[in-house]
């Protein structure tokens, strides 16, 4: 692990035995370049508990990997997450994130994350991160800025569960915000919002999660999909007799490709995305599907 982990992480068990700050406010901004076919992390500037591991390139020299790190391990009522990447052009980088995302009570404080991507043409970035869980009363808002250049392409995924399964828990108090904006050129190609309060009808409503716990979305923004690969999209399934209620299907738009799940498994939601990610990625990256080693551990 690099130094700036384990200077945040120091700094963080430091608060843990003090006064714990009234909330975090975390600022990541990367900024990748490419060179004789190398792409690199060119620079890198972080305030408050979230960095970046140390960069790797499991597919060669061409991409560029890193693993997005929350220290303190948990999103509480109050603190706000901040990512900025900028790709300049030819540069490639998939970034994940090591392990689920919690976003705890509120006690009446939202808490924020905001995603700002800037791609340059002929750039291409990935963001794959594990899920987010919402715990009961969490208060979330989450937005994420995409802006594309010319032939820049971008594909990212997210992954909520409502409620700790695990714990038997179930989101019964809580509001959601969502907001999702792709630009190309300046001009907007995808726009999707959600405002969620917990136990609302949409949770429970057949046109809405049918009381699924799980919703999930994949997008890609690369062009128009090939007819045979998007069919080949449109007939793939997935084993889901651990998520029998789980439903699933891709849409097309000339810019955008889109995937939704619902269902009651986060893993279940991550092996479909991961399924359609193995058919896709030749075509918008020329290269196979690689799954990064932290998705194992």
């Not at 508990?49 to 140390?54: A, F, R, T």
């Not at 929350?70 to 998939?94: F, R």
């Not at 046109?207 to 449109?234: D, H, M, T």
């Amino acid at each position: 692990m690099d130094d700036d982990y384990l200077s945040v992480t120091k700094n963080v068990q430091t608060h843990s035995n003090a006064i714990k700050p009234a909330h975090w406010l975390a600022n990541l901004t990367l900024n990748f370049s490419e060179k004789n076919g190398r792409s690199y992390l060119a620079k890198k500037q972080h305030s408050g508990p979230l960095v970046i591991q140390k960069t790797l390139y499991p597919e060669g020299e061409s991409i560029c990997h890193g693993i997005i790190i929350h220290p303190p391990g948990g999103v509480a009522g109050g603190d706000e997450l901040i990512l900025n990447v900028s790709m300049q052009s030819n540069a490639s980088a998939l970034l994940t994130t090591p392990g689920a995302g919690k976003w705890y009570k509120a006690n009446g404080a939202p808490a924020s994350q905001h995603l700002q991507f800037d791609l340059t043409d002929q750039s291409s970035l990935e963001w794959l991160p594990q899920e987010n869980i919402l715990f009961d009363g969490s208060i979330v808002n989450f937005s994420a800025d995409i802006q594309l250049g010319i032939d820049a392409k971008y594909a990212g995924w997210e992954i909520l569960c409502f409620g700790r399964q695990a714990k038997g828990e179930t989101w019964q108090t809580g509001k959601l915000k969502q907001k999702l904006v792709i630009k190309r050129a300046d001009k907007t190609i995808w726009q999707e919002s959600a405002h969620l309060q917990a136990n609302e009808r949409f949770f429970h409503s057949k046109i809405g999660l049918s009381s699924n716990v799980v919703s999930a979305s994949f997008v890609i923004a690369a062009g128009a999909v090939p007819a045979e690969l998007f069919a080949q999209c449109q007939q793939f399934e997935i084993d889901n007799a651990s998520d029998s209620k789980a439903k699933f299907g891709v849409s097309a738009l000339p810019e955008v490709f889109s995937a939704r799940y619902i269902g009651m498994s986060a893993q279940s939601a991550r092996h479909y995305f991961e399924g359609l990610w193995q058919l896709l990625r030749p075509w918008y990256a020329s290269r196979s599907a690689a799954r990064p080693r932290i998705w194992n551990t």
